[in-house]
């Protein structure tokens, strides 16, 4: 379990990020198409993995705009944007922001991934919704980064992320 915090208050996640250096856990979520996206389908190209409770709060939606911007300038890198929304709402969201560089995707039906890469909720007014982190895989489907943002109403440090 991660100690992670909500406007102060400490809640845990059912466990850690994955480990640099190993093998990123294999994932299916969903698209706005109601598609089925699988990260078997995406080794050989780099994959950021912008992971959140909810698009509906401002900083989802500010670092939802910072990773569109990071795309719109690395067009080699997959910029995933996973949260538990609905397909429908992701879809409403980026088309009213804007948002065409990166690839929105729910756990709606996939509630394994929080699972695999410890970030669901465990506790609290946000359980079942997924904790704000950032996981870079790289083009062999290994783990190079992970940020584990400490207080969920913070975006994640940017600067820091290794792409």
């Known amino acids: 379990m991660t100690l992670i915090k909500f406007r102060g ?20 979520v969903t698209k706005t198409d109601l598609g089925e996206l699988k990260l078997e389908n995406y080794i050989g190209k780099k994959i950021v993995l912008n992971v959140f409770p909810s698009l509906d709060t401002p ?12 795309a719109e300038k690395s ?30 995707a729910s756990i709606f039906r996939h509630q394994q ?18 904790s704000r982190a950032v996981i870079v895989i790289d083009e062999y489907g290994k783990i190079i980064y992970t940020q584990q943002v400490p207080e969920i109403t913070d ?3 940017y600067n820091d992320i290794v792409i």
Request: with cysteine; glycine share 8%.
């Open 9 to 28: 208050q400490p809640l845990h996640t059912v466990g850690s990020l994955p480990e640099i250096g190993t093998r990123a856990p294999d994932f299916t």
């Open 155 to 157: 975006e994640p440090n």
């Open 113 to 130: 991934f929080g699972r695999d890469y410890g970030v669901a909720i465990a506790e609290g007014p946000l359980a079942g919704l997924l």
């Open 59 to 70: 900083t989802c939606a500010a670092a939802m705009q910072r990773f569109n911007e990071i």
């Open 75 to 104: 067009p080699n890198i997959l910029i995933l944007c996973i949260s538990a929304d609905l397909p429908f709402a992701q879809k409403r969201f980026c088309s009213a922001e804007h948002l065409a560089n990166v690839v929105p």
